[in-house]
């Protein structure tokens, strides 16, 4: 130990002491070390005191202990003290506690294998991995892949990553997982999918070339290095792979629990499959070399779902199935041959058995002859310069030969599929780059090492100097770049070692040339070992106890090898004539792997147990192949090994060295001794030794400013803080040889840190002492106060106290003296009061007695009430079944014939509508006819054109005339006004109606209810009577048959009048069917008529065809919008209005009916005749008010009639005109037809083409109006007919009305009980009848008595009955008029008919409306009367209609006015130009050269439908402009909001509407893909915001951290902050207000941001250790309250946003939150639901303390927490999903802006844009 550090031995000072069990072991001094002390005296963990005696010679004092907050770095070369226990000690606590596999070592990543599957090799943890510096995160294996891919493609040099270690320390999956990184991060360049072939090959060379050993169940029995090669996009294009070193003795032997290679166990696994019956495999158990081991399975794997694995892997590298069984043929014949059993014949020669099972097998399965295997295996043949012979060999060697070809056959098998798979992988492409993976063998030592451990330990010394040379290499360019003085570092150099193996006269070379002897041998070649290096080199020993054995000291350990068996393995022989015997074979696939067998003898690979070989996948084409093949195993391998490095040396090289942390294969358990062995072994500790004897500890001047200010004076502070640190460094450290000030940083010799922590922590200590000391002070005088207080308050009670005491006995003296005086008054008082008593005693007897005999009066009375009640009640209650019966009954009949009729009128219905059908059939012969006609218009047209010049003269006066009549329409519109103010005082009078409407209708109510408390105390009467008259219930049944039979005629009855009624009403029908095919026959003689009408006036006829209406067709001017639809011009247009209005027509009588219908049913259930008078009152008023309204209307469509023929005239003005000036002539350029004439000429047709189309615009919105209020009345109003009056009316009978009657009144009640219902004058009849049976009753009368009064009840019956008759009948009246009324208005609807039919089409549309808003008015008042609510809102709804319609009368009135002025204006411009040309006398040419500027008249254009054209070419140009190029700011500020969304739903709207699929699907598949390539996210802007920046100054300290860091974020230069983020969000929040998106997807837009932000910020929380701290909580708890104020003021915390930080807020409040007890583990589950069990532990082992007050989290904590969140359902991914994205909620809000009226600025550069 360095005696610099003397001053830190003081008292509880932590150091570490050697220990046999745990290497290393802490304690803690009790005394402090003073110079010259003999010991330490010491305090171990558990307690025990121990004294530690110092070496004599050295004086060297232990290692000291870092400080707690520096154990658990993530990089080891962090720590202060640089040292084996301080690496050994945090390693244990990140892999054990924290459950962390990797750290950092400086360049070196130190993978510890857990035994276990991990969760951290998924997609998100590539992703998140992706992109980031090596430092930024966690050490992993994807951030070494990620470092070397990046500095492939920044420094373009190509990189190797060198995994190395023990078996079973994890190398393969490392390699495997760096490999799958490149994959995933870099992808294929080529549709080959080169990564997939990658990955694939890593299960074929697992299969053929790892076995289980001891110490791993998949051990790697090669080396290999892969080279994966990229493009110069740094794409995968493809691999390459060389193998090193096979280890082909095991397939010839296996130590115990230990297996072959895994083929072969799958192959003996699937042979119960008919793929492989015919290699004769069974179970691995009855082969020699799949049984040694003595374990054929490996527990958790299939051996057969494996095999298929392999084969799926062959198959997508393209190794085909024939290839495939000819592989497992190879290898089966292998497993065969191990079985041929080789016998003694004597002693020097052996012999097979004939006909041996397995070697029949062999032989077939690979095709050669069995004689001659047979005769080869158990000879040999040697050659002399003369002759031949052929020698028997004994049987052991026999066994070695038959070993050594199936170890040969296995060799080239292996060389086979490793080339192939190559051939798979490599690629026609230009590589630019690779980056090669290695994974080899690490350090090796056991009991007995012989030929393969020394090869292993050469690789690895060779591996071991070209890592110490990159490591010396980086330190010194470190310094160099900080330009700090530095001497040359003394590091161990295995230079030495390396020469010992591989220089002339070498290990190596005495083997070789021991090899080349007649009689070579391994001891002739140990004693030239020992001559030749004994002496000379101090690497190399000689054992005491050996002859046969040698030491060399590697750079790990002293390894002692057996010299037994080095030459035979190093010259690795086979039988050239079972070569040659390969060779002859009739399968193809063994000739091909023995084509290149040039000499049996010659060595090709280490032979006998454990021997290994190098198999070259490239062998050089230049060298000559004989002598190639003729080199030793160690030549070979030495050789290979040159060209490794010259590779490794090329390239620039990242370390992963892997750790076994148990020889159980235990999970997360560290056993320290084989750490340290492997750490000696795989050059960690090296690297930590060249780091420590420099200053391994940097730091940037930011940094030691923000970590050690406490130890800083406010003086000491200035501006410059490298000047600050320079200052405050040379106070705190006065060694100034212990720090160098570099011209970033600082660099610390080992152990300064520490100090400077020790230093920081005592005075953090000191400020601490003296907090507590003022807050003490504080509270003792706060108690001291507090207690003052409380003593003056206790004096001032005490004194008040007494004073209440004096103050309370002089009140109870002078109460004692009142008390005297009132007891004595009491007392009297009491005498008197109880003579009183006593006299009110008797009173109440007496007259209690009086008021009993009075009760007992009352009783008897009440009780004969009673009995008379019941009896009447009976009576009642016998009369109301009787009658409930017998309604039932007429309800089902009038119920069934209620249904007859419906289905009857349904099938009229049916018959009308297919009536109507056949009338429209011969449509298509007249518009055939209509464009004949049309033909005919246009050659009238020419000569009317011709009679225009005649029209010119006239002109003047007509002109005149329209100003006269402009006059008159002025007068008429105020007329108009006028009228409307008697709209409102009729709605006035109408207001009146409905109050005395509601008025009666409350009378009515309360009529109502005082009949139904009369009905109810006649029910009672009548119950009384039947509970006391039992004798009637004889006459009970008789009555019952008596009503029987009444009913059955009623029905009778009923029927015959349905019938008549049903006849009468099909009899009405058919003269309406008639009538109305009349009216359509006449209807359209009348519509041809007006056609050829048509055809003579009009002067301008339309071109045959159809036009499309947009969808969303605005017009500014009447601000009214309808759907798209297809107009025919011409006579088409009449032929729809007429369609239209017939069948408005029909549906308007089918509703009336209805209407009629729904009426009587109402009526029916009106039962007093003051009711009857208010409607017969209101109908009159009804009558009035429609004859006041349709003389209004009638004048308002005279005033229409009249703009329309004005209008006409003034177009056939001026089409004549027009006329005139065509047809004349002159020579001048003033003629008519010169450039003005024709532009003004083209003007006044564009403004007549308007007219027009305002025109047809107004007609089709009145039909539309039309239709659409007469199919929603339709569907409000169309209810089931009602014809209760009909059939009331065809009651004669009384008896009959009265039992109609009696159902009408009662058909609302449900009919719980029925009963046989009793007729009220049968039983009146029976109970006069009664009179003989007098003598019947009893003495006392009483059942008389009850007779007579069940007279008088009959009677009161009677006498209800017939005035409901009466009311009834008038009723049946009432429905009469109203059934009259009905005809009266059918015919009228009639008559109106067949006058419209006789109208122009303009004027049978205005005749329409107004008769449908007289309609609407009447019905609106039958609602008023019949529901006031509905009435209400239907009339609102009416005059809201009534209101628009008005409006678009007086508009188009406007637009005709003012299309009048502009005629006249142009009329007189003409004349004054043609005026001004005739007499002036300009020249033609000057004329020509003048510019002719039209006269602009404003209008709308016509023919723009909202479309836009391009052209396929310019799609690219179309994007780019408005996508691509496009400045948001500007558009936004510049133009209207959407603009580029309205220019592209235009152009994908005429792509639609020319049905040219294909546009519209490349048009937005470039529009999607343009928006996604202008998508910016940058995720290291959120991270360094949100974790790294310090918002709250001060709060965190910068921990000290090591090589691998990440340069710190608290200087604020360069670095994104919280504010940095509030701006990109507040500029992207107005950014879209700017451009008007909606509000709602300004919401999801938001959340969808916050939640980028918290799943990024919470998955790089959970991959850096250095972030999980206490501070770090409160930031992270500070920034996210500033996310919700930014959504506060936005007004976006409804958005959900801030639900999706929770996850984020939970971590952070874990970070802060107690985690020691139980109660503490119960809060975080309760707090933690958004976090998974994952994330919680994971956040736990990560918690970092920054300072020595914090604690670490305990790991029985994390068990707790673990066991409290087992039951808990969810993910076990540990990340959450940066790319999930929140499904979008589009809002239908219709635009405002119409698509005809937007204009496209010059700006957008979209010139090439057609508008359509």
């Known amino acids: ?44 963990e558990d307690g025990t005191k121990l004294e530690h005696n110092l070496d004599p010679k050295t004086k060297n004092l232990p290692y000291l202990r870092n400080p707690d907050i520096l154990v658990g770095e993530n990089d080891l070369t962090a720590l202060s003290y640089l040292h084996e226990p301080a690496v050994l000690h945090n390693l244990k606590v990140r892999f054990s506690d924290s459950k962390l596999i990797y750290t950092y070592c400086g360049i070196v990543l130190v993978a510890i294998n857990p035994y276990e599957s991990l969760p951290i090799y998924g997609s998100d943890i590539i992703n998140a991995y992706s992109g980031q510096n090596m430092g930024d995160m966690d050490p992993h294996i994807f951030a070494v892949a990620e470092e070397a891919y990046k500095q492939m493609a920044r420094d373009e040099r190509n990189q190797s990553i060198i995994v190395s270690g023990e078996s079973g320390a994890g190398k393969t999956v490392s390699a495997k997982y760096a490999m799958r990184y490149f994959a995933t991060v870099s992808g294929s360049a080529s549709e080959a999918n080169v990564e997939e072939k990658v990955l694939a090959s890593n299960p074929i060379m697992e299969a053929i070339g790892n076995a289980k050993t001891t110490r791993n169940d998949n051990s790697s029995r090669f080396g290999k290095y892969i080279e994966i090669g990229f493009d110069t996009r740094f794409r995968i294009i493809g691999a390459n792979m060389r193998t090193y070193l096979l280890e082909k003795s095991r397939v010839v032997f296996q130590a115990d629990e230990e297996r072959n290679y895994h083929i072969f166990y799958q192959l003996c696994a699937s042979s119960h499959l008919p793929d492989y019956k015919n290699l004769r495999l069974s179970s691995a158990n009855d082969f020699f070399y799949t049984r040694q081991g003595r374990s054929p399975v490996i527990n958790g794997v299939d051996d057969t779902k494996e095999l298929c694995n392999t084969r799926n892997a062959f198959t997508l590298l393209g190794i085909n199935e024939s290839y495939q069984l000819g592989l497992f043929q190879v290898l089966a014949a292998i497993l065969h041959i191990g079985n041929v059993e080789i016998k003694d014949r004597d002693s020097d020669s052996s012999v097979i058995a004939p006909n041996n099972v397995h070697l029949t097998a062999f032989c077939e399965l690979v095709g050669v002859t069995y004689q001659d295997m047979s ?91 070209q890592f110490n040379m990159h490591v010396f290499k980086l330190e010194q360019e470190e310094y ?29 070379d005495l083997l070789d040339e021991e090899c080349k002897m007649p009689k070579g041998s391994d001891d002739s070649w140990a004693q030239k070992l020992y001559n030749t290096h004994l002496k000379t080199c101090n690497l190399f020993e000689k054992p005491r106890m050996s002859n046969r054995a040698f030491i060399i000291k590697h750079f790990a350990d002293k390894v002692e090898y057996q010299c037994e068996g080095f030459l035979r393995k190093n010259k690795d022989t086979v039988n050239e004539e079972q070569i040659n015997v390969m060779k002859a074979s009739k399968f193809d696939l063994l000739v091909e792997l023995f084509r290149d067998e040039d000499s049996a003898t010659s060595p090709t690979g280490p032979q006998g147990t454990g021997g290994r070989t190098r198999l070259s996948v490239k062998p050089d084409k230049g060298r000559d192949k004989s002598k190639e093949h003729k080199k030793t195993v160690g030549c070979q391998f030495r050789n290979s090994l040159q060209m490794l490095m010259a590779t490794l040396n090329a390239t620039t090289p990242h370390y992963v060295r892997c750790i076994k942390p148990n020889d159980f294969k235990m999970a997360f358990t560290f056993d320290p001794k084989r750490a340290v062995q492997q750490l000696r072994a795989c050059g960690v500790l090296e690297t930590i030794r060249i780091s420590a004897a420099g200053f391994p500890s940097r730091w940037t001047y930011q940094e030691f400013f923000s970590r050690y200010r406490v130890l800083m004076k406010q003086k000491d502070v200035l501006n410059d803080k490298r000047l600050t640190c320079r200052n405050v460094l040379e106070k705190l450290v006065e060694d100034q040889d212990k720090y160098q000030f570099g011209k970033t940083k600082i660099f610390f010799r080992s152990g300064q840190v520490a100090y400077l922590e020790k230093l920081r922590a005592d005075k953090l200590r000191v400020a601490c002492i003296r907090i507590q000391k003022t807050i003490r002070c504080w509270l003792e005088r706060k108690k001291y106060l507090r207690k003052r207080s409380s003593a003056i308050t206790i004096q001032r009670f005490t004194r008040g106290y007494q004073a209440r005491r004096l103050v309370k006995w002089m009140r109870r003296t002078q109460a004692a003296t009142t008390i005297q005086k009132n007891q004595r008054m009491c007392v009297e008082r009491k005498r008197y009061r109880q003579k009183q008593a006593a006299a009110l005693v008797m009173q109440t007897i007496l007259r209690g007695y009086m008021a009993r005999q009075m009760y007992q009066g009352l009783v008897r009375n009440q009780k004969a009430v009673i009995i008379q009640r019941h009896v009447r009640g009976w009576l009642a209650r016998c009369w109301y079944k009787r009658c409930l019966e017998s309604l039932v009954y007429l309800q089902c009949c009038f ?130 009577l039947k509970e006391q008259n039992g004798t009637l219930k004889k006459d009970k049944d008789e009555l019952n048959r008596l009503i029987q039979e009444q009913s059955q005629q009623m029905t009778e009855k009923m029927a015959r009048a349905i019938v008549s009624e049903t006849q009468q009403l099909e009899r009405d029908l058919n003269e309406e069917r008639s009538r109305y095919q009349n009216l359509l026959t006449e209807h359209l003689r009348l519509e041809e008529k007006y056609d050829d009408f048509k055809e003579r006036m009009a002067t301008n006829p339309s071109k045959p065809g159809h036009r499309r209406t947009d969808s969303t067709h605005s017009s500014n001017e009447s601000e009214c919008t309808y759907n798209s639809e297809y107009t025919e011009e011409g006579s088409r247009t009449s032929d729809d209005v007429t369609r239209g209005i017939d069948t408005s027509l029909t549906l308007k009588l089918q509703k009336r009916l209805t209407e009629l219908e729904s009426e009587k049913q109402s009526l029916r259930n009106e039962l007093e005749t003051k009711e009857d008078q208010f409607l017969r009152a209101r109908a009159r008023d009804d009558v009035e008010f429609k004859k006041a309204r349709g003389a209004e209307l009638e004048y308002e469509s005279l005033k229409r009639q009249e703009l329309e023929s004005e209008n006409k005239k003034l177009k056939h003005d001026l089409t004549a005109m027009r006329g005139s000036l065509l047809s004349g002539t002159s020579a001048g350029s003033s003629a008519p037809g010169s450039p003005p004439y024709k532009v003004l000429l083209d003007q006044l047709n564009s403004a007549c083409e308007e007219l027009d189309v305002r025109k047809e615009e107004v007609l089709i919105l009145r039909s539309q109006l039309v239709s659409q209020k007469e199919a929603m009345h339709h569907k409000e109003t169309m209810t089931e007919p009602s014809v209760y009056a009909e059939e009331v009316s065809k009651l004669k009978d009384a008896d009959e009305l009265k039992q109609a009657c009696i159902g009408l009144k ?90 419209n039919l006789q109208l122009p089409p303009e004027a049978r549309i205005e005749a329409s409306l ?114 691509l190029e496009l400045k948001p700011r500007g558009v936004a500020v510049n133009l209207i909001p959407g603009l580029p969304s309205y220019i592209l739903f235009m152009c994908v709207r005429h792509a639609d509407y020319v049905n040219d699929d294909q546009k519209v699907r490349t048009l937005l598949t470039s529009t999607i893909n343009s928006i996604k390539k202008i998508l910016k996210y940058q995720e290291d802007t959120q991270v360094s915001a949100m974790l790294e920046h310090e918002t709250i100054q001060g709060v965190s300290g910068v921990k000290p951290t090591g090589l691998r860091k990440r340069t710190s974020s608290i200087a604020d230069e360069g670095c994104y902050t919280l504010d940095s983020i509030l701006r990109q969000l507040s500029a992207f929040h107005s950014t879209m207000c700017q451009h008007g998106t909606d509000p709602e997807l300004i919401k999801q837009v938001v959340k969808q941001q916050f939640y980028i932000i918290g799943a990024v910020t919470l998955n790089n929380l959970l991959l850096r250790k250095d972030m999980c701290s206490w501070s770090k909580g409160m930031q992270i708890r500070y920034n996210v309250s500033q996310l919700e104020e930014w959504l506060r003021d936005k007004g976006l915390m409804v958005c959900g946003a801030k639900e999706t930080l929770e996850p984020l807020i939970q971590a952070a409040q874990l970070l802060q939150v107690k985690k020691k007890t139980d109660e503490d583990a119960d809060a975080i589950c309760s707090m933690c639901l958004a976090l998974t069990t994952a994330q919680i532990v994971k956040v736990l082992n990560l918690y970092t303390p920054v300072n020595e007050f914090e604690e670490r989290v305990s790991v029985s904590f994390i068990r707790t927490i673990q066991t409290r969140l087992r039951d808990r359902c969810e993910s076990p991914q540990l990340l959450m999903d940066t790319k999930m994205i929140y499904p979008v909620t589009f809002p239908f809000n219709p635009s405002s802006l119409a698509l005809e009226t937007i204009q496209i600025p010059g700006s957008l550069n979209l010139g090439f844009l057609t508008r359509v």
């Open 1410 to 1523: 107004q008769h449908e808003i007289t309609r609407l008015t009447n019905e609106n008042l039958e609602l008023m009367a019949e529901d006031p609510t509905a009435s209400q809102e239907a009339r609102v709804i009416i005059l809201r209609r009534m209101v628009d319609l008005m409006e678009q009368l007086e508009k188009q009135d406007r637009t005709i006015r003012k299309l009048k002025k502009q005629l006249k204006v142009y009329s007189k411009r003409i004349g004054e130009m043609g005026a001004g040309q005739a007499e002036g006398q300009t020249s033609p040419q000057q004329t020509v050269d003048e510019p002719i500027r039209p006269v602009n008249i404003p209008r709308r254009e016509k023919d723009f439908q909202g479309m836009l054209e391009y052209n396929k070419e310019d799609e690219l140009k179309l994007v780019k402009n408005l996508i």
């Open 375 to 465: 005769q080869w295996l158990c000879h040999r043949k040697l050659k002399t310069a003369t002759e031949t012979y052929v020698k028997p060999l004994p049987r052991l060697q026999a066994t070695n030969a038959r070993d050594a070809l199936a170890k040969h056959i296995y060799a080239k098998l292996f060389n086979w599929i490793v080339e192939h798979v190559n051939k798979a992988l490599i690629t026609n492409m230009k590589q630019h780059s690779f980056i090669g993976v290695l994974d080899i063998y690490g350090f090796e030592t056991f009991e007995i090492n012989s030929f393969e451990q020394f090869c292993i330990n050469y690789a690895n010394e060779k591996l071991q100097q």
């Open 480 to 508: 160099m770049r900080e330009q700090i003085p530095w001497t040359l570092i003394d590091f161990y150099d295995n230079q030495p070692c390396i020469n010992l193996i591989e220089a002339k006269m070498g290990i190596l």
């Open 895 to 1024: 119920r069934r014939m209620k249904a007859r009729r419906a289905l009857k009128k349904l099938k009229i219905e049916a018959r009308s509508v297919e009536h109507f059908k056949k009338l429209n059939k011969g449509m298509e012969n007249k518009i055939m006819q209509l464009q004949r006609r049309i033909d005919e218009q246009t050659r009238d047209n020419r000569a009317v054109h011709d009679k225009m010049s005649s029209m010119e003269n006239s002109h003047t006066a007509e002109s005149e005339k329209l100003r006269t009549e402009l006059h008159k329409l002025k007068g008429v519109e105020e007329e108009a006004k006028n009228k409307t103010n008697q709209v409102t005082s009729l709605l006035d009078e109408l207001e009146k109606l409905r109050k005395e409407l509601t008025a009666t209708q409350k009378e009515k109510k309360t009529i109502e209810d005082w009949a139904q408390k009369y009905r109810k105390e006649m029910e009672t009467m009548v119950s009384e």
């Open 1306 to 1395: 009662d058909t609302n009640r449900s009919p719980r009980f029925i009963h046989k219902s009793l007729d009220v004058s049968d039983l009146l009849n029976r109970l006069r009848s009664a009179a003989p049976d007098f003598h019947k009753l009893n003495e006392d009368g009483e059942m008389w008595l009850v007779n007579q009064g069940l007279k008088e009840t009959i009677r009161l019956l009677e006498h209800q009955a017939q005035t409901q008759r009466r009311a009834y009948d008038s009723e049946v009246e009432v429905l009469r008029g109203e059934l009259q009324n009905v005809k009266e208005e059918n015919n009228r609807q009639q008559q109106l008919l067949a006058q």
């Open 1 to 44: 130990m360095n005696r610099d550090l003397e001053y830190m031995f003081v008292k509880r000072a932590r150091v570490w002491i050697p220990d046999a069990e745990e290497v290393w072991k802490s304690a803690e001094l009790i005394k402090d070390y003073k110079n010259g002390d003999a010991s330490l005296q010491l305090m171990l």
